[in-house]
């Protein structure tokens, strides 16, 4: 008997999973406790670790948010998914995921929609005032310091002038309200599972997506997804990461090469929106060795994944945007700011704890479910794709909490990397599944209900 085999006889999936999500909460539990001691100061508000201010309180979204909880308590969830045909299962995904987004936003009535990108710190107040595109390029790095004259918001300064074009282009598009902004968001990020479906579909595992589909729909992470604009980028990422994956699916060399670059050019653009975002290449990795395994074929794809990365990266150069000058100029402006006033030895291990309460705690009991395959995945890819793609995600977020480049606040700025880490709930065993998907989906309405967060 092999070792995963024992470990399976003798600790049950059932038992790895409890352990799991206890684990989550004893780490989210201490890293409450510690951030309230005497003497200790973390830097994040009445709510540390997490990011936001004690308000309770019930609103129009609430109904209909209970009554998503309710359903997620029944068979029906998963009956949807295997009932349905492929492209009515992607609308009702899509549909589900919208629901439930704008049900929670819907507690703090419209403004829960459209007050948040109205502020001052968003992108979209900046976006209005843009009427020279070319001139923001050329200009975008000499603003980004505290000591400029000038200098950009605090989240335009953090992050390539992609995220605030996206914004220009809805105020160009006559979308430039908070709250039609906020439509559109929530509209986009809809699309995040359903990206991650297609990828899983495109790897061959289309029998087993719908498992996972609930718990992509219905989760805590959804708090912040609305809206948020990294959950823009959330969605940028998850396409990107779709047309990777569907270089498996092509039946040509040139449809390969042609997902290929697209998978490339999704990437070049990710990294145009967020600093922290060409991390998801390692996710892209991931579904392409899951399509490909670490043959001489994976090579050529990843050179043209490259070129087209290349070439949006350079192409910004070319109109005045360089990230390899920006990125050293955000960074002193990082540590020049909070960064510098939060304690690394606190965050490396508290924004994991943060994880378990955005990606839910199901994530933490997925992963202890999954004893060595995740490891076994890297080099095996095409034994199991979806812990393939698990094991990407695992890599970015690990890179990215080493780097101290995200202390706090990775409630919103790992949301590119949720989806793929909640893959791992391929793993619950099918009697768990109900009870894990209404803990997940009440966490989120309890965070949505007893905090206003910033986001």
């Not at 599972?193 to 495109?202: L, S």
């Amino acid at each position: 008997m092999d070792h995963d085999a024992f470990e399976h006889a003798v600790t049950p999936p059932g038992r790895k999973l409890a352990r799991g999500v206890a684990v989550a909460v004893v780490m989210f539990t201490v890293a409450v406790l510690v951030a309230h001691l005497p003497g200790v100061h973390v830097h994040a508000g009445a709510a540390a670790p997490l990011e936001g201010a004690w308000s309770p309180r019930v609103g129009v979204g609430t109904v209909p948010a209970l009554a998503l909880l309710a359903w997620a308590g029944t068979p029906h969830p998963w009956a949807v998914m295997r009932r349905l045909s492929w492209g009515r299962l992607l609308l009702a995904v899509w549909a589900l995921s919208l629901a439930w987004m704008v049900s929670l936003a819907l507690v703090d009535g419209a403004d829960g929609i459209g007050a948040v990108l109205n502020h001052d710190t968003e992108y979209l107040a900046t976006a209005r005032t843009v009427d020279d595109t070319d001139a923001l390029l050329r200009s975008f790095t000499g603003r980004i310091p505290l000591a400029a004259n000038n200098n950009w918001p605090v989240h335009v300064a953090g992050h390539p002038p992609g995220a605030l074009l996206f914004f220009v282009g809805l105020v160009r598009l006559g979308l430039g309200s908070g709250l039609a902004a906020g439509l559109v968001v929530v509209t986009v990020v809809a699309t995040v599972p359903v990206a991650v479906a297609v990828a899983c579909r495109a790897l061959g595992q289309g029998d087993r997506v719908g498992s996972v589909l609930p718990f992509l729909v219905l989760g805590p992470f959804a708090v912040w997804q609305a809206v948020s604009a990294d959950a823009v980028f959330a969605a940028a990422a998850a396409w990107t990461v779709a047309f990777a994956a569907l270089t498996g699916a092509a039946r040509s060399r040139p449809r390969r090469l042609a997902w290929a670059i697209c998978a490339g050019l999704g990437l070049g653009g990710c990294a145009m929106l967020s600093y922290g975002l060409p991390l998801i290449a390692a996710v892209v990795l991931a579904a392409l060795v899951a399509a490909h395994g670490w043959h001489r074929d994976l090579v050529a794809l990843l050179a043209v994944v490259a070129v087209g990365a290349a070439g949006v990266v350079g192409g910004f150069a070319v109109v005045g945007f360089s990230y390899w000058e920006a990125y050293p100029v955000l960074r002193q402006r990082y540590w020049d700011g909070l960064a510098s006033a939060r304690p690394g030895w606190y965050w490396l291990w508290a924004n994991l704890a943060l994880l378990a309460v955005s990606a839910g705690p199901v994530l933490f009991g997925a992963l202890g479910a999954s004893g060595r395959r995740i490891r076994d995945a890297v080099v095996r890819p095409q034994d199991d794709p979806v812990l393939t793609l698990v094991t990407g995600a695992v890599v970015a977020v690990a890179v990215a909490d080493l780097s101290l480049m995200s202390k706090a606040e990775v409630e919103r700025i790992w949301l590119p990397f949720v989806p793929w880490l909640l893959l791992a709930t391929v793993l619950v065993p099918v009697r768990w599944r109900r009870l894990a998907l209404v803990g997940q989906a009440g966490l989120g309405l309890l965070v949505q209900t007893l905090l206003v967060t910033p986001w």
